[in-house]
């Protein structure tokens, strides 16, 4: 049983192939779907905007961040994503928004982004500071990227996070203090940091926002 869980931990923070990384990604789809639809909504995403998200996963946000921008605009969105399995999961969701050149999907680490300064007016992450090596490179790289006026925002289900630890699935989750995440957050530079506790239905899930003056 051990040896399972430190597996499944060690999926969650890298999804890979095999077993359990075929059980963690279809679990990824299923409970973080709805924190995805709302981080791309509570974002107010306009036709016009270029849109992040890091750790996009199977690409259920970078999806609903496509259906804000739309056809017609002049948006587009871009996903970082660290696992090489999830470029190949998302790319086959995705492979006509790619085609189209509305999506951009980058393997890459949030600690070095590889895009220009200002160059993102939105953007986003679900279940994800928690993993990264240093949190506060993490927020430097995104407030580098963010263009002035831009917004920032992560969501989680800070209770179901914190039972995942308690049961031992989710060891590698070693920053998931979210006030530890705000402060960087404000120390980096950073406006308007707050938290808000939200219900999707009959769902809670906190909202993290930040902005760039």
């Known amino acids: 049983m051990q040896s399972f869980k430190e597996a499944f931990s060690r999926h969650l923070r890298h999804p890979s192939t095999g077993p359990v990384g075929w059980l963690v990604k279809h679990i990824l789809v299923r409970t973080n779907r709805y924190l995805e639809k709302e981080a791309a909504r509570l974002l107010g995403i306009q036709p016009h905007d270029r849109v992040l998200e890091v750790g996009f996963g199977p690409?259920?946000?970078l999806q609903y961040a496509l259906e804000h921008i739309g056809g017609d605009g002049r948006g587009k969105v871009y996903g970082l994503e660290i696992s090489p399995?999830?470029?190949?999961?998302?790319?086959?969701?995705l492979h006509q928004h790619i085609a189209s050149g509305k999506l951009h999907l980058t393997l890459g680490n949030v600690m070095n982004l590889p895009y220009?300064?200002?160059?993102?007016?939105?953007?986003?992450?679900?279940?994800c500071y928690y993993f990264w090596d240093d949190l506060d490179q993490g927020c430097k790289e995104l407030y580098r990227v963010l263009s002035p006026g831009g917004a920032m925002i992560?969501?989680?289900?800070?209770?179901?996070?914190k039972l995942s630890?308690?049961?031992?699935?989710?060891?590698?989750?070693?920053?998931?203090?979210?006030?530890?995440?705000?402060?960087?957050?404000?120390?980096?530079?950073?406006?308007?940091?707050?938290?808000e506790h939200l219900k999707d239905g009959v769902k809670d899930f906190e909202a993290i926002f930040a902005g760039k003056e």
Do not use: C, W
Not at 154 to 161: F, G
Not at 168 to 191: H, I, R, V, W
């Open 59 to 61: 690409g259920l946000g």
């Open 85 to 93: 399995e999830m470029i190949h999961s998302a790319t086959k969701r």
């Open 116 to 127: 220009p300064d200002n160059s993102m007016d939105r953007i986003f992450h679900v279940n």
């Open 165 to 195: 630890i308690k049961r031992d699935l989710n060891a590698y989750a070693d920053k998931y203090d979210p006030y530890a995440y705000m402060k960087s957050l404000e120390q980096t530079g950073f406006t308007g940091v707050r938290m």
């Open 154 to 161: 992560t969501t989680m289900d800070y209770k179901t996070l």
